[in-house]
Structure formats: C-alpha cells, structure tokens
C-alpha cells in the first residue's frame, strides 16, 4: 500500500526559516506534491516534485530524493500568515491514487 | 477562488439518513476527486473520478457512492449515515494529464451526524 509519515507540529519563529520533512512509501512512485490548508479552509497546492532535487517558488521550496523516498518542504523568511498544516502528497500504487499524509501544522511565532 | 464549487456548506441530519454532496469542477478539467477530512486528521482519498469514469478507489464504505455526469459534475452520495461520517468533505479537480498534478479544491462540505 502507500504511506507518508510527517511531523505532526513545527514550531518556529518569525523570520525564520523552517523544514518539514516527509517520507513515503509507495509501488509505482510518479510524484511527490505539497499543500498548504489554514485552518478550515480549503487545501491549496504549494509544489510538485517528479525528478530528484530542488523546485523553488518563492519563498517556498520543495525537494525530492527517490532514492530514500524522502522529500521536505523549506519555508524562508516565515511570516504569522504561514501558520497553516501542511501536507505531502504521493501519487503511486497500482491504480495511481493520490495519498495525503497526515499533515504538519506549523505555528509561527512572533 | 479555486473555481471548484462545492454545495451544500453546511448539512446537518439525522443518523440512518442519506445525503448528496455535489461538485462542479473548474471549467475544463477532466478529473474529480473526493476526500473526507475528521477533526484533526489528514486527508482520507475516497474516489477519483476521470471524463466520467471510476480511475481510482480509496477505502470508500461501501454505504458511500459517488458518480461523475456527463457535465462532468460530481455528487458523493453518503447513505445509513452513522455519527463517525460526521466530517468535512473535500471535491477536488485537475486538468488534462499534463497538468494533472495541480489539485484545485473546493470549500468543503461540513456535514454533522447528530
């Protein structure tokens, strides 16, 4: 089957930057995705990474490792507005099924 | 906005009864996916659905049915409702396969079982 494990809370100041890891597991891997959800709104889609390495979108970045099916989420220069659960999500398995993870909520401190 | 619409907000019944949730995706995309997300939990996948077909199943009671219209819009139909349905339930859509990746989501339906 497919599985992700996250942490549950991240904690981190203002300004500072943070990474939220995630490993997965999966038969037929295509893609690893992150999103963020702030409280009891609507998941929206933050990054995708296909190949290994680094994808940046501005202050958020996502990196992939295959091999260790392993990937993480680094936010820079955190602002209070990034306080928000985030979560991994892999496409894989025999019918391709999109899997969240648990999700982490990170809570920025002034 | 997402362009996903989601109705109703809010629904309220009675244990034993039967619902419908429905969704319409953003104007031109192919795929509709459903998810249920309790109190402090992740996102549970129910049923993905592709140009009106089954593509893939999640663990979805089998109380719990869903189809896609030839409008593309999708209803999840929720029946013998029991207090642990109570949940907020996600319609999420994506393009073509090339951008397939890229899940846009509804607002959510919040249903209480009481």
């Known amino acids: 089957g497919q599985s992700l494990e996250q942490p549950s809370e991240v904690t981190a100041v203002e300004g500072a930057i943070v990474q939220i890891n995630c490993t997965y597991q999966?038969?037929?891997?295509?893609?690893l995705s992150w999103y963020q959800q702030h409280d009891g709104g609507a998941p929206t889609f933050l990054s995708y990474?296909?190949?290994?390495g680094l994808e940046e979108t501005g202050r958020f970045s996502s990196f992939l490792s295959r091999s260790d099916s392993y990937g993480y989420l680094l936010l820079q220069e955190l602002q209070m507005k990034d306080s928000a659960s985030y979560f991994c999500a892999v496409r894989g398995g025999a019918t391709n099924k999109l899997i969240f993870g648990t999700g982490t909520l990170l809570a920025v401190q002034p | 906005d997402s362009g996903v619409t989601q109705t109703p907000k809010h629904l309220i019944t009675a244990t034993g009864q039967r619902v419908t949730l429905r969704c319409s995706p953003r104007?031109?995309?192919?795929?509709v996916y459903w998810y249920q997300q309790s109190l402090d939990q992740g996102l549970q996948f129910l049923i993905q659905y592709y140009n009106g077909e089954e593509r893939a199943k999640g663990n979805i009671l089998e109380r719990f049915s869903a189809q896609q219209f030839p409008d593309l819009h999708s209803e999840l139909n929720l029946s013998s409702l029991e207090l642990g349905d109570s949940a907020l339930y996600f319609c999420?859509?994506?393009?073509?396969?090339?951008?397939?990746?890229?899940?846009?989501f509804g607002s959510g339906t919040q249903l209480s079982v009481l």
């Open positions: 999420a859509s994506s393009g073509p396969p090339r951008g397939s990746e890229k899940l846009f």
């Open positions: 999966t038969s037929g891997f295509y893609g």
């Open positions: 990474n296909a190949l290994d």
């Open positions: 104007s031109g995309d192919l795929s």
